[in-house]
């Protein structure tokens, strides 16, 4: 305990740690969802790290933080759900990143899903898309997420769908866009075929890239009405990122790859 007594008087630094891609626009993306935290909390450190592609790396950006003088660190992955990344890749990073720095505290914060942030997200992009909170009882929303070879990953995106549903939607159906199926474009044959009329395409992903753009197209193939656009820097996303920060700061222990 004495080590986090010691920086007491000053909130953690938070970390973002995003995926990384060869796309330019997922690192925007990221930085702007990024700035937008900073205006929420003005004060608090707030940097980004990518796992992969893009720079600075984890390794970079703690060394950074730990040179600036921070001694205390919420790292917080850009993911949705609980799958590969957030088990392994980021922990093991972390810990290689961290080893040689023995008094830095770092604590890894909760994915952002599932959240109603999430939902009011998702929501926000259709209604910019052209719909309207009159148009739920006649249209079917495909949910529409990046894929996971990960069981628990898919279970999640399958029960927000369910839990979307009951908001008065015709109906909601779970797509991905790699490792499972049914692809997006499926999901929106099977809704047409069922005599659902209007159909929206809703990405579950936060920036854009090579799966989201893969979900457009399907969407586009199987003529999909409404295609809404990423989650991207929302006002709702946002929020959450500090709320997910908020709820690590004060209690999560060091990662055990720094206490072994």
């Known amino acids: 305990m004495s080590a986090h007594v010691t920086h007491s008087t000053q909130a953690p630094a938070l970390l973002i740690i995003a995926h990384g891609s060869r796309d330019p626009r997922h690192a925007a993306t990221v930085h702007a969802l990024t700035r937008r935290v900073r205006a929420l909390r003005p004060g608090l450190r707030v940097e980004t790290a990518f796992l992969d592609f893009d ?3 984890v390794d970079q950006a703690v060394a950074s933080l730990y040179l600036s003088g921070v001694r205390d660190v919420v790292a917080l992955p850009l993911l949705l759900t609980r799958a590969f990344h957030a088990k392994s890749d980021i922990p093991a990073v972390l810990a290689g990143a961290t080893s040689h720095l023995p008094d830095l505290s770092v604590r890894i914060a909760d994915v952002l899903g599932p959240s109603p942030l999430l939902l009011a997200t998702l929501e926000r992009r259709l209604w910019e898309a052209g719909l309207t909170p009159a ?3 006649t249209t079917g929303v495909v949910l529409a997420s990046a894929g996971s070879s990960d069981p628990e990953a898919i279970a999640v995106i399958a029960e927000i769908a ?3 549903r009951h908001t008065g939607w015709c109906a909601v159906r779970p ?20 005599g659902v009329r ?6 579950y992903v936060i920036a854009p890239g090579r799966l989201p753009d893969r979900i457009t197209a399907g969407a586009e193939a199987a003529g999909a009405d409404v295609i809404a656009a990423v989650l991207g820097p929302s006002p709702e996303l946002a929020r959450l990122l500090l709320r997910r920060y908020d709820a690590a700061a004060p209690t999560q222990a060091r990662i055990p790859a720094l206490a072994a």
Do not use: G, M, N
């Open 162 to 164: 369910r839990e979307w």
């Open 135 to 137: 148009d739920r009882a």
């Open 55 to 57: 720079t600075p790396t």
């Open 198 to 203: 209007r159909i929206a395409v809703a990405p």
């Open 175 to 194: 797509a991905f866009a790699s490792a499972v199926l049914p692809r997006t474009e499926d999901a929106v044959r099977a809704l047409r075929a069922e």
